[in-house]
Structure formats: C-alpha cells, structure tokens
C-alpha cells in the first residue's frame, strides 16, 4: 500500500510539473510519451486531469488508451477512450474484439461509440455464425425487430427458451409469445410456458397448462397457472384438496 501510495503522489508530481509543457498547443502525440509509462503504472482508475483543458485531456487519454491497447489490456483502453469520448479509437478497439470472436465485448464497445451500422453487422454475423446470445445484445441495442424476431425464431428451434423469452417480450409480440409457450408446454418447460401466457395475456391457454400441469401432479405449477388466469373455482379446489 505505501509502495502504491508513492508511486500516485509522484506521477501526481510528474504531472503538475509538466502541466505548463503539456497545455502548449501542440498537436504532436509524441508529446505525452514521458507521463504515458508513469500514468499506467498509476492506472486509469486513479488518475485526476482535472487540470487539464478538455483539448489536453483528450490528449492524453488517447495516448494512454492506446498504450493499454498495445499491452494487451483492451479492458483499459475502452476506459480511457471513453473519458477521451475519442469515438474513432473505440471503433478500433471493437474490431480488435470481433477479431478475438468476443462478440459481447465487441457489441458493449460499438454501443459506446454509438456505431449502430456495425451493431447491425455484427448482428447479422453471429446470426448466421450460431451466435443467437450475441445477435440478441446486438439487435436489441439498435431496436431492429424484424432480425430480433428472426433470433427468436432460431432460439425457439434450438431449445434457447430464455433468450426466446427476452426477445420476444421485448419486442411485445403477443402472437410470438403464445407460440413459445405452446412449445415450452409441450417440452415441459413449465416456467417458460407460464411466463409465456401470462406475459400474452391469454387466460385460456393459462386454464389448459393448469390442467396438464395438474394431470401430471405439479400442483404448485398448476396453483400458479390457474391463479394468473383468474379461475378462482380452481386454486379454492387446490388450496383445500392438496393442503402440503
């Protein structure tokens, strides 16, 4: 901790020894190259520019994103372009991620840099590549319902019932979501198939799976589903016939 101590109060130092330097108008990067090795050592997180005009933070920021950037350490170099608000160099950084085939990092960095034409790109991407988690981030992100709908389509084939669930709740289709609680039903996915109807507001297929549910003796499933449906005449029957 002293060890650490230290080092902040003498890139501190360094800093407020160099503030005259720096604030010169100078377009040269190279310029922050002497603080760069001292502001990693201090770490983004603990860093103060308050001292700095917006133009120099800029400055420095990009140069310390970029550092981090060529260490390896993309986590960092998003902080700092982010306080930055350099939107270019965060464009970089999501195509290092694609590249990488971490699509979750590459679609939270797009959505920084507010790229929604490389949201849907990658979107389309992990679509046809099987990635439906990432393709959902994606088209949620830019509001594209018609591809969202497509990965739900996928999702409900593929037995991905919770992604299935978000999609097509976000999206508010009702028709869409009386179709995956017709399948969750059917492969005894209870849970998804409740959430389903109920989100629908469909009391009669909320009545059916209360009778499937009863048939094959989940009472509190069938309680559940009979309740959101508003058939009183059937959770009175449960709560005094199947008392636990």
């Given at each position: 901790?002293?060890?650490?101590?230290?080092?902040?109060?003498?890139?501190?130092?360094?800093l407020e020894r160099n503030k005259d330097i720096i604030n010169q108008k100078n377009d040269d990067i190279n310029k922050f190259g002497r603080i760069?090795?001292?502001?990693?050592?201090?770490?983004?997180?603990?860093?103060?520019?308050s001292m700095f005009n917006p133009e120099l933070k800029y400055g420095i920021l990009s140069a310390l994103g970029e550092a981090y950037r060529k260490k390896g350490n993309l986590n960092d170099a998003v902080k700092s372009?982010?306080?930055a608000?350099?939107?270019?160099?965060l464009n970089e950084i999501a195509e290092d991620y694609e590249r990488l085939l971490q699509f979750?990092?590459?679609?939270?960095?797009?959505?920084?840099?507010?790229n929604k034409e490389k949201l849907l790109?990658?979107?389309?991407?992990?679509?046809?590549?099987?990635?439906l988690g990432s393709a959902m981030k994606a088209f949620i992100t830019i509001g594209d319902n018609i591809n969202l709908i497509e990965v739900?389509?996928?999702?409900?084939?593929t037995y991905k019932y919770d992604y299935a669930f978000e999609i097509f709740s976000t999206?508010?289709?009702?028709?869409k979501l009386i179709e995956l609680g017709s399948k969750c039903a059917d492969d005894g996915k209870y849970d998804y198939a409740i959430k389903a109807f109920e989100l629908a507001g469909d009391k009669e297929k909320l009545n059916k799976l209360g009778d499937l549910c009863m048939k094959n003796e989940l009472v509190s499933k069938a309680l559940e589903s009979y309740g959101l449906a508003g058939n009183d005449v059937m959770v009175d029957f449960i709560k005094e016939n199947f008392k636990e």
């Open positions: 901790m002293e060890k650490e101590k230290i080092m902040q109060n003498l890139v501190s130092d360094i760069v090795p001292s502001l990693l050592k201090k770490g983004i997180d603990n860093l103060n520019l372009f982010v306080l608000g350099n939107k270019d160099k979750d990092n590459c679609i939270e960095v797009y959505k920084l840099a507010n790109q990658v979107g389309k991407k992990c679509l046809e590549d099987g990635h739900g389509n996928q999702c409900v084939s999206v508010k289709d009702k028709d």
